[in-house]
């Protein structure tokens, strides 16, 4: 993304520059520099295009339906995934703040909180979800690429392991893609973003007319989900699930907004991009399948299949395009800029985006990723909130860092120094590595037994399991906290060296 060609634009106030002179740290290479003011040219709709093409992929289509076959109402299931992606929003535009103002990345970012060597730690965490993301919408995105090929060319389901071929085929096409760097991010979301809400436009209003009207599909919904009743006791767990959907991006953002042409470009682009678009879509996949129990008699959740059951060769082949851009346009966005940076951060000078991005691809396919997707109820309990208490946990130290102890203030040259402010023991901050593991350390007994249950959900729910279902929000608190507190009370380590700058852009002492 650093490669990204610069457009002349005035910088807003709120730009900070970037020093010279860093090419020669070990810790810096040009897909982790930071990005100059001139060059942060992304606009309101940009950033709003980039969560569009994130947020209408198959994973979202699908989300209310894990809620609803928990027993939720279809209403239900859809203002808790407002509610979550509101609450989300918070974190994500905190987090985007650094990004924006001192063109940074996630991992760079990291280092102020971490420690220079540290921040490998909270990078690879995320790093790690990343590639089970990637593996995934790898997955759907070659299931929709098996349906495609069946249209064209009928024998192609007769062929021995045609589903496998077309998952390998579809990563494939990713890993051309990845060759190429990420310049052509902004403008893959921008040009897919009107293309992906037009398939949506176009699946609402074919439910509608095949489902006898708005009205009629509304009906249809209320028989697809739970009782009002059973509402409370699955609420934590998919408010969590919901808000563990985007628990990722909410660290990472700084990824995308270190491009931002100002502060009120990334806080109105994500404010108008993700609840939005998350809970619109997740609404066109509810009202789709209703209208599915009209035409052909039962329910038909997945649209990959939906869209073979239709019959006609050019809607099967439109739609099977539109999924298969859908799930390219995610995965480049959502599961591979992350993860590459994150990788490149282990050893700037010998990994680069695009190795890191081919390590993601690899990984992505040895996580086994059929089996996460294949139940619901697991996708939900074990994966979404699993890996949610380690993302809250993350953005607690960061927000309580940058905002609290720092006041949006960094040393971006320090950041980039091996025995720099940002040193601490060895390149290691400890007070945030004990208040990590200490806000995980509740919610693991619950994660335990989720993941030794089919499915995740705990029979005999007690109150551990109670509360690893709101995993994300204690962890957070938790992080947030304790790292406040250990940074107030713990010395922080060594004293600083000679290489320490002062002035304009230090923080405060008690954070160092």
């Known amino acids: 993304m650093s490669r990204q060609r610069s457009v002349a634009v005035p910088p807003t106030p709120d730009l900070a520059d970037v020093p010279s002179g860093l090419e020669g740290s070990p810790l810096w290479n040009p897909d982790l520099a930071p990005t100059p003011p001139h060059a942060r040219t992304w606009t309101t709709y940009n950033i709003a295009a980039l969560w569009i093409g994130m947020s209408v992929v198959i994973t979202t289509y699908t989300l209310a339906s894990g809620l609803m076959q928990q027993g939720m109402t279809w209403w239900q299931a859809l203002a808790t995934i407002l509610l979550g992606n509101t ?3 918070i974190p994500m535009v905190l987090n985007a703040h650094a990004g924006t103002k001192y063109g940074i990345s996630f991992p760079v970012m990291c280092r102020a909180s971490f420690g220079v060597y540290g921040a490998n730690i909270p990078a690879l965490l995320r790093a790690a979800v990343a590639c089970g993301w990637f593996g995934i919408q790898t997955w759907i995105g070659g299931l929709a690429l098996s349906v495609l090929l069946t249209a064209a060319w009928p024998g192609w389901s007769e062929l021995p392991g045609a589903t496998w071929i077309a998952f390998g085929a579809f990563w494939l096409i990713q890993v051309l893609i990845i060759l190429r760097g ?10 897919a973003a009107p293309l992906l809400l037009a398939g949506g436009v176009v699946l609402l209003v074919w439910a509608i007319r095949a489902g006898g009207g708005l009205g009629s599909v509304l009906r249809q919904s209320e028989r697809l989900g739970g009782d009002v009743a059973n509402f409370w006791a699955v609420f934590p767990a998919g408010l969590t699930a919901a808000v563990g959907y985007w ?5 990472n953002i700084p990824d995308f907004t270190r491009y931002a042409r100002s502060q009120r470009s990334q806080m109105l682009g994500q404010a108008l991009g993700l609840p939005t678009t998350m809970t ?31 019959g006609t060769p050019a809607v099967i082949i439109g739609g099977a395009l539109v999924v298969v851009i859908a799930q390219i346009s995610t995965n480049m966005a959502a599961n591979v800029v992350s993860p590459a940076n994150d990788f490149s951060n282990l050893a700037p000078r010998h990994i680069s985006f695009v190795t890191g991005g081919l390590i993601t691809a690899v990984i992505g396919i040895l996580i086994m990723p059929w089996r996460l997707y294949s139940d619901a109820a697991a996708y939900i309990f074990t994966w979404l909130i699993g890996y949610s208490s380690l993302m809250g946990a993350l953005g607690g130290i960061l927000i309580a860092d940058y905002w609290v102890l720092r006041g949006q203030r960094l040393s971006v040259a320090d950041l980039f120094r091996p025995r720099g402010r940002y040193r601490y023991l060895a390149g290691f901050n400890l007070r945030a590595l004990f208040a990590l593991a200490l806000a995980v350390a509740p919610v693991l007994p619950g994660f335990l037994r989720a993941i030794s249950v089919p499915g995740g959900a705990v029979d005999a729910p007690g109150p551990l399991d109670a509360l690893y279902s709101y995993a994300w929000f204690v962890t957070f608190a938790l992080s947030f906290v304790l790292y406040l507190l250990f940074s107030y009370l713990v010395p922080a380590g060594p004293g600083r060296s000679e290489d320490e700058t002062s ?5 405060p002492c008690h954070a160092s």
Request: without cysteine.
């Open 503 to 507: 002035g304009a852009g230090a923080q």
């Open 247 to 251: 628990a990722t991006l909410s660290l």
């Open 280 to 310: 619109a879509f997740a609404f066109i996949g509810v009202a789709v399948t209703a209208a599915t129990m009209v035409v052909f008699g039962e329910a038909i959740w997945d649209p990959v299949e939906l869209i073979a059951r239709i």
């Open 182 to 191: 990420t310049e052509g991010v902004k403008k893959l979301e921008s040009l």
């Open 87 to 89: 609450i989300v929003l």
